[in-house]
């Protein structure tokens, strides 16, 4: 699966970007932020971007992200009922990675309605889905904004598995409630890490 493309800018027309790599030009769609970056770059210096594939039967389009925290939200993002690639790009492109998270977590449904795209409805239903569910990585490389930590990194391998994330994400939280240990504040260890690895990929499979 691809991870990222990384070529020179051949060409712009927001929200699309051409980026042309080893004889073949790609068309990527990106966030009003990603586009203004890749803009503010050296034109001749290779540019990279990481890509998100939809897949559907009657196309295949490419999205493009300048960090991976912007690709984790938009992934999430797609998971709620009735939020599309082209509506997650819509609420990236009206607000930030972090703030977007900060109103999650705070249930500002009010704030989060003044985004481009997004109403009351479709807000509630972002919150009571993804609060508590995003894991980004702060300007030092470290983990921020809430999410679980190790369980994030078990949910990326089981979705680069195969598995759907939604339900992976069900299973995995589910199996950490079971395993925690008996002080609520201890992180989990390597073993009960591994253990609750291998019974999410036995229940999935199934």
């Given at each position: 699966?691809?991870?990222?493309?990384?070529?020179?800018?051949?060409?712009?027309?927001?929200?699309?970007?051409?980026?042309?790599?080893?004889?073949?030009?790609?068309?990527?769609?990106?966030?009003a932020?990603?586009?203004?970056?890749?803009?503010?770059?050296?034109?001749d210096?290779?540019?990279?971007?990481?890509?998100?594939?939809?897949?559907?039967?009657?196309?295949?389009k490419l999205?493009?992200f300048?960090?991976?925290?912007?690709?984790?939200?938009?992934?999430?993002?797609?998971?709620?009922?009735?939020?599309?690639?082209?509506?997650?790009?819509?609420?990236?492109?009206?607000t930030?990675?972090?703030?977007?998270?900060?109103?999650?977590?705070?249930?500002?449904?009010?704030?989060?309605?003044?985004?481009?795209?997004?109403?009351?409805?479709?807000?509630?239903?972002?919150?009571?889905?993804?609060?508590?569910?995003?894991?980004?990585?702060?300007?030092?490389?470290?983990?921020?904004?809430?999410?679980?930590?190790?369980?994030?990194?078990?949910?990326?391998?089981?979705?680069?598995?195969?598995f759907?994330?939604?339900?992976?994400?069900?299973?995995?939280?589910?199996?950490?409630?079971?395993?925690?240990?008996?002080?609520?504040?201890s992180?989990?260890?390597?073993?009960?890490?591994?253990?609750?690895?291998?019974?999410a990929?036995?229940?999935l499979?199934?």
């Amino acid at each position: 699966m691809f991870n990222s493309l990384t070529g020179k800018l051949a060409g712009h027309s927001y929200p699309r970007l051409f980026l042309a790599t080893g004889g073949v030009e790609w068309e990527l769609e990106v966030s009003a932020a990603t586009f203004q970056a890749v803009l503010a770059e050296n034109r001749d210096a290779p540019q990279r971007l990481l890509v998100h594939l939809q897949v559907r039967e009657d196309l295949m389009k490419l999205f493009g992200f300048g960090t991976e925290a912007e690709r984790q939200v938009f992934q999430e993002l797609i998971t709620v009922s009735g939020i599309g690639p082209r509506q997650a790009l819509r609420i990236l492109s009206g607000t930030t990675v972090r703030e977007l998270t900060r109103l999650l977590e705070a249930e500002d449904v009010q704030a989060l309605t003044r985004i481009p795209g997004l109403g009351t409805k479709t807000a509630q239903k972002m919150i009571l889905q993804l609060k508590g569910h995003l894991v980004l990585e702060d300007s030092a490389g470290g983990r921020s904004a809430g999410g679980t930590g190790p369980l994030e990194e078990l949910l990326a391998a089981l979705v680069e598995m195969g598995f759907d994330r939604a339900a992976a994400r069900t299973v995995l939280e589910r199996l950490r409630e079971e395993n925690q240990p008996s002080d609520a504040l201890s992180p989990l260890g390597e073993t009960e890490e591994r253990e609750i690895f291998r019974r999410a990929i036995q229940e999935l499979s199934r």
